[in-house]
């Protein structure tokens, strides 16, 4: 068990603004994280985030108040993915990219399998939002998902869904 929060790379204010690349983060079928984000990079700073990864192949997530592909708070969150290909995730939102200020593009969520008890959002910021994709092809997700969001241009996310039946009620 591991109690969060839990990054593949976690970076501090600094002078030198290189971006934060190719970060992997795995959870496999024994793994527990109990609490806390987990993200495969994360920046409090304006570094650019770009083709991290978190990947869950089963164990658990509890009590996670996210799970991010990266979480820029002002630069930008470009090509990172969250796969989730079982287990039980609990976490109150799994975002594919995410930036308070920066641009947030070419972000993707994979979900082929396991529960996933939150909303998922594949691309979330207060700038361009452009050209991410939720992808479903299995699994369980017992809240809402959405391609992008946010207060400004959000434009051309996608929602795929194939070889997955829900019930739907009223």
Not at 22 to 46: D, P
Not at 63 to 81: H, L
Not at 90 to 96: E, I, L, S, T
């Amino acid at each position: 068990t591991r109690f969060g929060p839990l990054y593949a790379s976690e970076v501090v204010p600094s002078t030198y603004l290189l971006p934060v690349i190719e970060n992997k983060l795995s959870l496999m079928s024994a793994g527990r994280v109990v609490g806390g984000e987990i993200g495969g990079a994360y920046s409090s700073f304006q570094h650019n985030l770009l083709n991290n990864l978190v990947e869950i192949r089963g164990g658990n997530v509890r009590g996670a108040p996210a799970v991010y592909g990266a979480r820029a708070e002002s630069g930008r969150a470009g090509y990172n993915s969250v796969t989730i290909k079982g287990g039980d995730v609990d976490a109150a939102v799994v975002y594919g990219g995410w930036s308070n200020t920066g641009t947030v593009e070419w972000n993707l969520v994979d979900i082929s399998d396991g529960l996933v008890r939150g909303d998922v959002v594949v691309g979330y910021g207060n700038a361009l939002v452009s050209a991410n994709s939720v992808l479903i092809t299995g699994g369980v997700i017992d809240r809402d998902v959405v391609g992008g969001g946010g207060s400004t241009n959000v434009i051309a996310n996608t929602v795929t869904i194939s070889g997955v039946s829900a019930p739907f009620t009223n």
